[in-house]
């Protein structure tokens, strides 16, 4: 049956309704009724949006001629202030109110004890489940009140835009053709309600959800659980991502619209309240489908990667020609990433007086995208650290250049076919740095960190290891979690205080810490990230993470050119030195076997000493310098020509 005109017909079971209960004698509600009623019908003509919005309503849900009356009753509340008092007077009120249940069904046309009229209300009826209608009171049924929630109210007026504590949870929809389109919407054309997308980190699974629904010439409605405000002391409450969902479902359904929900893993079990939904729904998780989340089996698709050449295809829609440069490429972003970050650094050059925005410009938004707030992540608010400020052996340098180059190339390697992942194994890559303190490890990863656009997530395993059996497994699982939410690279620092040789089993502690070391090699063969480790004593680590690890790069103690090389390229960054008491490089690299970091500490606090007597760094304060630092490493200067110089 057609639900076309039922405002009007409802209008007409209300003044019907008058007109019966004006037959009784001594209505006390008479005049005020029928004043109400007059006031109506004069000002029909100007309901006709709202009569176009409830029937259009209806047929997106699918609603029978019975059904939209009794939302039409509830409507009536909303839409005139006569129509509130009319539905207050024949509810036997003594001024404007909303229809009780009974007034509905009379109005609808239904007996009040009809068993299939009262389905039509209960929770699993087609007004309740959905969220278009409440049923307020604890009476009786027939004594119950109907009300519109306020976001079916709003569009049964003819207001379609979205509410402002939603809006903040949708994407501008972004498609990409990648691995899985033509499964999600040969799904969607088989009839399927719910599917499942299994997109880790890195995978476009939003985007290719998108690119299906735009083939078959769709709405398409996106939205992000994962933009549901969270900090780090305040976690995701579940009670807020139910009412998200449940209020997804109904805007995509007051929409039209396929409901394409990522970050849909963050519901877990209160992915059941899209059962409530009246549209397809495409759910995007980095985890697969869970059969304990109460809803039957969906069809599943696993989401691919965009190859580099499709991000640049990206990038280029979004910020014309030539702007795709490798360092861009290298930032392993999502089309609907994309498009923030480009909008991001358009704004940003726009406001430097550039007509669009460099390498620099793309990798500072990117690291803007992904920051977290959390005191872990290493975030950098300037241009990032580069290549070019690693002072390293050739060897040490081409190896962490190959490592970031994996990175990079790593979409189009897995593009390939199963080179990388089968067995249960992620598609993560793997690093340790090995090397005395100051060498550069650390820098060095903040260089992978930054060429990736992404924040370094670095993490101290003495923190993490507990004596309490089985919390060190939990702390890591935590830390791996966060860091591939972030998108970050995982940076463990002193690695050695957990990743010692596996001990034979003397005791139950032994036993318990080899599970700790067996969790992490599996942990780190399941990751979808960049995991790096650092350690001082490379000779202490088990001989089996050597085959989990696709890079082992050692960092030496520098060589009298590489500590050259480091004083020049320290001294650099000052804006002037002393020109009667000019730095000899030669001297100072000669003479003091230091480490990188020892000597930008001795640089920072020449420049500290000079700047306290408001002239410029000289070779007096390095010399200075170099002494005390000398003595906090408790030893000396021993080359002769450093005191013949003094």
Known sequence: MTTSGTGQRVRAAVAHAVHRRLELPAWPAADAATAALGALEQDAGGLADADAALDEVADLFGLDVHTAALLGVAQLAEVHPSGHVLTGLLSGDPAAGRPTVALGLELAGLPVGDARARTLLDDAGPLRRTGLLDVDGDEPLPARRLRLPDRPAARLLGVTATPPALDRLLLDPVPAEAPGAAEVAAALRAGEQLVWVHAPLGTAGTAVAVAACRELDVDVLVADLERLPVTPTAPLDPLVVRDAVRALALEAGLA?????LAGAHLAGPHLVELDRAVVPVVAVGR???????????????????????????????MLGAGVATRDVLALRLTPEQIDAVARRALRDAAADGRPRPDGPTLRAAARRLSSSGSARVRS???PGATLDDLVLPPHTRGEVE?????????????????????????????ALFSGSPGTGKTLAAHVVADSLGADLYQVDLSAVVDKYIGETEKNLERVFAHAESLGAVLFFDEADSLFGSRSAVNDARDRYANQEVSYLLQRMEASEGVTILATNLRGNLDPAFARRLHFMVHFPDPDEATRARLWTHHLAQLPTTDAQDPPDVDLLARSLELAGGDIRNIVLASAYDAVAQRRPVAMRDLRLAANREMAKLGRRVAHPDW???A
């Not at 039209?256 to 394409?260: D, E, K, P």
């Open 402 to 430: 190959r490592l970031v180059g994996w990175v990079r190339d790593r979409d189009d390697v897995l593009a390939l076919g199963d080179l990388h992942g089968k067995g249960g194994k992620g598609t993560g890559i793997s």
């Open 643 to 645: 005191d013949a110089a």
């Open 256 to 260: 039209g619209a396929v409901l394409v």
């Open 287 to 317: 985890t697969a489908w869970a059969a304990h989340w109460g809803l039957p089996l969906p069809a599943a698709v696993a989401a691919g990667r965009l190859t580099t050449a499709a991000r640049g295809e990206q990038w280029e829609r």
């Open 380 to 382: 950098s608010s300037g």
